[in-house]
């Protein structure tokens, strides 16, 4: 296996292709990176500023080039010894128009020669075999009396158009209730006569439907809660062997030398994934997308090479918190967010995943409960699966089968026992089945596969449900020191001392010594550097605690509503010193990117608003407030945040340096996010998708370059004078990754923790 020195994530879309990628590999291992990370590269919808909507997996995306074009950049990377990682998305497609095969299952459904490839339940009650799309602003009658469906001819066939949306009539079904015509004639009878189309419709494979019915009747697995986006069956080997074709045949070629794997935690039997793909990919470098929670480690039968660092980012930061700041911070946020602050995060994360469970996830518990309800027969089964999920600490389970693993049986055991404290009596024996079946322990005399497959369904739930409780809930509204509130992290958990630090690094070293070292990635809530800012508040809880007052009293008249509340004030201020800028006030750009934020914040929170029932009172009361006080108008505030926050971003700088330093000599890959070698002051997506200066980015390292050369020292001096500029970070990361490759110790040595000594001990 090639390990890599360093890893670079670019996030490729429609101004970012193979080409432009092409034009960075000479600055790239002038840097000292070794493996270009992509985003992925298979065909998505138009447009897609990600790639993870894919339309087509045998084709590579149209708008980021051509065969050539990708044939180029290999080649480019070839000449100087690097290779191509890229991300692999196993889990899902887009429900889409552009999805050939979806499209063929809408026409003819369960026939479909594709319609095995998607994680469809054909056994869903009430629709005898059809496929639910919730996808009308409406139910289906009110739709039709406004006359919002159409139907039009496309080539050889018909299609009803809703909006945007296109969706196939099956053969010869409008001929059935219309009469003979030509497809012309049809389509025109069918769009004039609403109660034609209704029974047209109704003998379609599929069903349109209000888009509320997802949460609660979905008849296929959506990834996560995206009902545009249909999961696949990675446990049938021909789907298996369709949607990975054209990756595996670039790896076997050559141009594909790593593999990074997009949750893997919603395939059904991750462990069989892996070894088929280990199978088909030899000895290329593999990694998992994979939130480990608080004290669980990745399954050492797993043939990867680690994860994408998620719990590496989380250790750094938290060994750059000041343990003793943060029970005056969370006294702060107590008395500026309410009560809600005071609240354990843990309890806030099962407050959530239970709500979830029943308003985004219902239609999956549904499917699990009647899974279980096959083996036995008992009162309470599904409020017994939302109780367990939400009690459960890891994002799922990893039973296979015949028996449970030690580690598997540990987390549902106690999350059985949490829930048996709070459902009621009448649920008992609900929970009792329930529990029987995951540990695949009963009804006596059920079969062993019936069981397995409850418990496969009931562990594609709870990553899904994990995920939007604590990463687009809990983390939204728990907002003591938000530095800590990050993807697989637990901010609850607090601050990591120096001991604890190394303790988990040398694990590392000897588990999983070539997992990436990640800091920024496109699902971080925030860049680094704003996390290290943020981190420094830590470090002066009282200064906090009166600029907090101070901003508050002074802002109280902009609040014309009740927005934001004191928790969404708490986070907008956070996030105001982690951004604020180095040469003057906020321009218009940042108060609308900031206005961007505090929207997606709030709608992620889920008090006041929310993606599934947007509030638009409260939502631009929180964007007026934010376009208030950052106005020129609002001097006193703007000045008091200047002047606080130009420490904390020295300090901040300090921070980024540190946990940099340590990306780049712990065990693992240092793994550097688009742009992030210079100063990199972004929020969540999009906000992290923005373009990068790269030419600006290549010609100051060929100056550092040139300096150094000269006279080292001066050009050190100069670079802390000047460190605004962002040269120094650039500096330390050529450095680190130039080091990297002259020592194989920091790839292959033993993990020593340095001892330090003297006054300031405790600062380093």
């Not at 638009?616 to 200047?642: K, S, T, W």
Request: glycine share 8%; proline share 6%; charged share 30%.
């Amino acid at each position: 296996m090639e390990i890599p020195r360093a890893t670079y994530r670019l996030q490729l879309g429609p101004s970012l292709g193979f080409r432009e990628a092409g034009e960075l590999v000479a600055y790239l291992d002038s840097l000292g990176v070794t493996h270009l990370y992509l985003s992925p590269i298979l065909a998505a919808r138009r447009g897609s500023a990600h790639g993870y909507d894919v339309v087509d997996p045998t084709r590579l995306n149209p708008e980021l080039g051509t065969e050539d074009d990708l044939r180029s950049l290999v080649e480019d990377l070839r000449r100087r010894d690097m290779a191509l990682l890229v991300d692999v998305v196993p889990n899902h497609m887009a429900a889409d128009p552009a999805n050939g095969w979806w499209m063929d299952v809408l026409a003819r459904g369960r026939a479909s020669p594709h319609a095995e490839l998607f994680d469809i339940d054909w056994e869903a009650p009430g629709l005898e075999g059809r496929v639910l799309l919730p996808v009308l602003g409406a139910p289906l009658e009110d739709v039709l009396k406004a006359g919002e469906l159409s139907v039009e001819r496309e080539g050889d066939a018909l299609v009803v158009r809703y909006h945007e949306h296109r969706f196939p009539l099956a053969a010869r079904t409008a001929e059935r209730v219309l009469g003979e015509g030509d497809l012309d004639e049809l389509a025109a009878r069918a769009t004039e006569t609403p109660d034609a189309l209704a029974e047209v419709l109704a003998i379609q494979p599929y069903e349109l439907a209000f888009w509320r019915r997802a949460l609660t009747e979905g008849t296929y697995r959506r990834f996560f809660d995206i009902t545009d986006l249909i999961s696949l069956r990675t446990e049938d080997r021909r789907a298996l062997e369709t949607t990975h074709a054209r990756i595996l045949l670039l790896v076997e070629e050559g141009s594909v030398g790593a593999v990074r794997v997009d949750h893997v935690d919603g395939l059904a039997d991750p462990q069989a994934y892996l070894e088929w793909l280990r199978g088909r990919v030899g000895e290329a470098y593999v990694v998992v997308e994979k939130i480990l929670g608080e004290g669980e480690e990745l399954p050492e039968e797993w043939p990867v090479a680690g994860t994408t660092g998620y719990e590496f980012l989380n250790d750094v930061t938290r060994v750059l918190v000041d343990g003793d700041g943060l029970p005056s911070l969370a006294d702060t946020a107590v008395r500026v967010g309410g009560p809600s602050q005071g609240e354990p995060f843990a309890e806030l994360v099962r407050s959530a995943k239970r709500r979830l469970a029943r308003e985004l996830f219902g239609a999956d518990v549904a499917r699990v409960a009647r899974a279980v309800r096959r083996l036995g027969d008992a009162p309470g089964v599904e409020d017994a699966l939302v109780e367990v999920s939400a009690a459960l600490p890891v994002y799922r389970t990893y039973v296979r089968g015949p028996d449970v693993a030690p580690r598997d049986r540990r987390y549902i055991q106690d999350a059985v026992a949490e829930a048996r404290e709070r459902l009621p009596a009448e649920a008992g024996p609900g929970l009792r089945l329930l529990r029987d079946v995951l540990l695949l322990e009963g009804p006596p005399g059920s079969p062993m596969e019936a069981r397995l497959d409850a418990v496969r369904r009931w562990q594609q739930l709870t990553g899904p449900l994990a995920a939007k409780g604590v990463e687009d809930t809990a983390l939204y509204r728990w907002n003591r020191l938000v530095a800590l509130n990050e993807v697989g992290g637990d901010p609850g958990a607090g601050a990591l001392d120096v001991a604890a630090f190394h303790q988990r690094m040398a694990r590392r070293a000897s588990s999983w010594p070539y997992g990436l070292n990640a800091t920024s990635t496109h699902d971080t809530k925030r860049s680094e550097d704003v996390r290290a800012r943020i981190a420094v508040l830590s470090e002066l809880p009282d200064e906090w605690d009166a600029a907090l007052h101070r901003w508050r009293s002074w802002n109280r008249a902009l609040r014309r509503t009740d927005a934001p509340d004191g928790a969404e004030e708490l986070l907008l201020y956070q996030t105001l010193v982690g951004v604020w800028p180095r040469d003057g006030p906020p321009g218009d750009d940042l108060v609308a990117r900031l206005q961007d934020y505090v929207t997606k914040a709030a709608r992620e929170a889920k008090v006041h608003t929310s993606w599934v029932d947007p509030q638009q009172g409260h939502e631009e009361a929180l964007r007026r407030f934010v376009g208030d006080i950052l106005d020129p108008a609002n001097a006193e505030f703007l000045r008091d945040v200047a002047a606080f926050s130009r420490p904390v971003a020295f300090h901040g700088m300090l921070n980024s340096l540190s946990q940099l330093v340590l990306k780049l000599t712990a065990p693992g890959v240092p793994d550097l996010y688009q742009g992030t070698e210079l100063w990199n002051l972004r929020l969540v997506d999009p906000d992290n998708r923005a373009p990068v200066d790269f030419q600006r980015r290549a010609a100051l390292l060929r100056e550092l370059d040139g300096g150094a050369r000269d006279d080292r020292a001066e050009l050190r001096r100069d670079l802390l004078d000047r460190w605004t500029d962002g040269r120094l970070k650039l500096f330390v990361t050529a450095s680190g990754l130039r080091l990297r490759g002259e020592s194989g110790a920091l790839r292959d040595g033993d993990y020593l923790p340095l001892a330090t000594e003297g006054d300031h001990a405790r600062h380093a």
